[in-house]
Antibody, heavy 122, light 107 residues
Framework: QITLKESGPTLVKPTQTLTLTCSFS??????????VGWIRQPPGKALEWLAV???????RYSPPLKSRLTITKDNSRNQVVLTMTNMDPLDTATYYC??????????????WGQGTLVTVSS | DIQMTQSPSTLSASVGERVTLTCRAS??????LAWYQQKPGKAPKLLIH???TLDTGVPSRFSGSGSGTEFTLTISSLQPDDFATYYC?????????FGPGTKVDIK
């Protein structure tokens, strides 16, 4: 059974850097085709894809946010970390960690964490 | 970037009704389209991928169709558990994009 859980600060100040950690179980990020990504959702708004990292360390980023995002993985700890620089109140959202498998369904998120709400405010 | 639109934004329907939601892509995406269901305070749940393939455990009253730029999600007989917001998502490229969603509420 695949599980993912997001952790990180609930409140950050404008201009600060956000660091979120996704801890997962039920799969390995060393398995061919597997990816772990991030998606966010501002309150009452639609979903926005942010980034994904694959088993082979291939990384993809949302073009409008690429300059602010970094995604890394720690296979030994089964964790993926997302950093987002220069946070703004418009970045207030629930941030979800997701699993995908290029072998099974392609790059689409097929399992999701519960999400973590991050508020950006001074 | 590929933009996704959905219509209607809100749909009011009764239990037992057949409902159809529409999703359009700004350029052809073949059948690289997924549908998700999201309930308030919960993470989205994958319903359909590759435009028409039902994900594991999804009830057969859900179906998807379409290709190119126009897609539909149909619920053949709306059940109380189906009142939620539905999002389409394209994955023609590694840069995924979602539509704005269609909220299905009780008439």
């Amino acid at each position: 059974q695949i599980t993912l859980k997001e952790s990180g600060p609930t409140l950050v100040k404008p201009t600060q850097t956000l660091t979120l950690t996704c801890s997962f179980s039920g799969f390995s990020l060393t398995t061919s085709g597997v990816g772990v990504g991030w998606i966010r959702q501002p309150p009452g708004k639609a979903l926005e894809w942010l980034a994904v990292i694959y088993w082979n360390d291939d990384k993809r980023y949302s073009p409008p946010l690429k300059s602010r995002l970094t995604i890394t993985k720690d296979n030994s700890r089964n964790q993926v970390v997302l950093t987002m620089t220069n946070m703004d109140p418009l970045d207030t959202a629930t941030y979800y960690c997701t699993h995908s498998s290029l072998v099974d369904r392609g790059p689409i998120p097929d399992s999701w964490g519960q999400g973590t709400l991050v508020t950006v405010s001074s | 970037d590929i933009q996704m639109t959905q219509s209607p934004s809100t749909l009011s329907a009764s239990v037992g009704e057949r409902v159809t939601l529409t999703c359009r892509a700004s350029q052809s995406i073949g059948t690289w389209l997924a549908w998700y269901q999201q309930k308030p305070g919960k993470a989205p749940k994958l319903l359909i991928h590759k435009a028409s393939t039902l994900d594991t455990g999804v009830p057969s009253r859900f179906s998807g169709s379409g290709s190119g730029t126009e897609f539909t999600l149909t619920i053949s007989s709306l059940q109380p558990d189906d009142f939620a917001t539905y999002y389409c998502q394209q994955y023609n490229s590694y840069s995924l994009t979602f539509g704005p969603g269609t909220k299905v509420d009780i008439k």
